[in-house]
């Protein structure tokens, strides 16, 4: 008996797994130079260039997050914002070990490599400055 776990599956373990790190986000996919990039590239122009004349993709933009199966194993190459003031070398490590464990966990898979790269980082936004009692 053979099972298979589609890319979707894996996919969503892994976005599912990332949204739960406090102070990390998924970065957007934008296609940049180096091995990323190229990477992102590749994968957005198959996504994307399977939908028909007049047709957009979901509302869910795509995101910074390749996945290579070979056979039984699987390789991740995520991109990553990081909120300012965090430690970036702790929340990268956080997210590797996570999702290492969560997709062999889950699946059975072995996980070869999974490499994390800091994309942006979040700036706090400025809250708006409350009222004062005297401009009521």
Not at 87 to 109: C, D, R, S
Request: aromatic share 0%; net charge neutral.
């Amino acid at each position: 008996m053979e099972l298979e776990i589609s890319k979707n599956v894996l996919t969503d373990i892994a976005t599912s797994t990332l949204e739960r790190i406090e102070g990390l986000s998924i970065a957007v996919a934008t296609p940049r130079p180096g091995k990323l990039g190229e990477a992102l590239s590749e994968s957005l122009s198959g996504s994307l260039g399977s939908l028909g004349a007049g047709e957009m993709p979901s509302s869910r933009r795509p995101r910074a997050l390749k996945i290579t199966r070979d056979g039984q194993s699987v390789s991740l190459e995520v991109g990553v914002n990081i909120e300012y003031g965090k430690n970036l070398h702790k929340l990268a490590q956080q997210a590797q070990n996570a999702l290492q464990e969560n997709i062999e966990l889950m699946t059975g898979l072995k996980v070869k490599a999974v490499n994390v790269t800091v994309q942006n980082l979040s700036l706090p936004v400025p809250s708006a400055a409350a009222p004062s009692a005297g401009n009521a």
